[in-house]
């Protein structure tokens, strides 16, 4: 890695080292205050502010325990990843540099640690733009053009291509992980060395000369994996558009593509690795969509429907099940690939969808089924604790929605039940669920608004039955 620093080199050698006037000990700058990550199409936007900037959920994070850098005045660094082969060029600049009680964080094996070996000077990477132009077309040669219903149905020059994870498509994948850390919350490199791999390129071809001929707009890394007795899952590891072309439909059309692969390759079902609100939001919006047409659904969704209109769960005498016959799950799984956990919130999604939003007594029955599926999860049944207790916990992510679950050492031991279990405490527990009740009706009436606007007639057709 080579990185060209701007300023003193004053914390290599200590001789040159100056004093900063920092008052008392150093109260270091944030890395999200001070670092720069930029997408550059070709040799002129290499170095310039004025292109793609991308903004990574966390900087913070790669940085120490505090994601504070120490020692340095007026520190910048910009990155620049060429979207054409995906190295990257750092530059660094300061004004000085001091020990101000907290050492100088030495900034290169950080740097390293996001970008790699993918991080070259910057004569290097202005170079590569023209040497490697084609480099994306190299490596979707020698795979498959996903075609399916819907396919290029916007814009006929995107072109989603399968490629196994090894030879050149490795050699993609290990110059994209650079980006997945900065734009995949909570995400690390997958394994490619493990059998089972496989990346869907979203892709734009392009017959202008001068520039090149295929451009990645995004992908997927999917891992196919061993399912008792003699299937298989795909299960979606990292799923990735590129800034410039986020919103465009391309996340979309790569779950498209999966689910197309799925249902012509007779896979057992698609799961997603812990996927983030929007992919959720996008993915239950295409499988609603998908389930509105789906005519085994429909006598099930309309008993559920008549159910939520005739009983009254507000006095919480009765209850009701919100959940789908357990042989229209499994029928949804074989025709459809949806998996259990994936369909139970479509139905909720689907339910929603189906009630009359004017009806206040279904729409109350409705939120007090969620509570009690809610309830159920996180305290292990809607009758008892089983032991388990909710807390809210400290997170620098999200507070409000931060919980944890915990065992009491022996649930039968009811005096220990009872020392826990303070009226304060059930207040709280009580005010924690509803926030997480009340979070999951938005979700839900989100994706509901979603898939109404975009599948009017479908919805028409069913709920006229
Ligand atoms: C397992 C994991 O990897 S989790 C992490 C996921 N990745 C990330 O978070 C990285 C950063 N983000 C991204 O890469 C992308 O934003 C993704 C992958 C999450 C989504 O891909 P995008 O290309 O941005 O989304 P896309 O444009 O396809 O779809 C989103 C919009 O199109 C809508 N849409 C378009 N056509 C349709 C249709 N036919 N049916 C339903 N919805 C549609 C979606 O509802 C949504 O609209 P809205 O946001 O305006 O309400």
Partial sequence: MALKQKGTDAAADPKKRRRVGFSGIDAGVEANECMKVFLARNPDEAGSEDCTSIQPFDLNHF??????????????????????????????????????????TDLKPVLQSIFGENLVEKEEFLQIFSKECEYIRDVVTNGNAIKHEGTNESDPTVEIVRVELQGAAAFLYSRL???????????????????????????????????????????????????????????????LVLPPHQGEGHGLRLLEAINSIALSENIYDVTIEDPSDYLQYVRSSIDCLRLLTFDPIKPALSAMVSSLKETNLSKRTCSLRMVPPADLTETVRQKLKINRKQFLRCWEILVCLSLDSEDRKSMDNFRACIYDRTKGEILGGATGTNGKRLVQMPSSVNEEESFAVFWTQDCEDADDQTVEQQPEDLKTQEEQLNELVDNQMEEIVGVAKNVASRGKDKLAELLAR
Avoid: C
């Avoid at 910048?76 to 101000?100: C, L, P």
């Avoid at 850390?181 to 979203?202: F, K, N, Q, R, Y």
């Fill in 63 to 104: 940085f120490g325990e505090d994601g504070k850098i120490y020692g340095y005045k007026n520190l910048k660094i910009n990155v620049w990843i060429s979207a054409i082969s995906f190295h990257g060029y750092a530059d660094i600049s300061f004004e000085e540099t001091s020990d101000g009680g907290k050492g100088i």
């Fill in 177 to 239: 992980v650079p980006l997945v850390l900065l734009l995949v919350e909570g995400s690390t490199p997958i394994d490619i060395g493990e059998h089972g791999w496989e990346m869907l390129l979203v892709v734009k071809k392009t017959t202008q000369e001068s520039v090149p001929k295929f451009q990645l707009l995004g992908f997927a890394a999917v891992h196919n994996f061993y399912h008792y007795p003699e299937s298989t899952r795909l299960r979606i590891s990292q799923i």
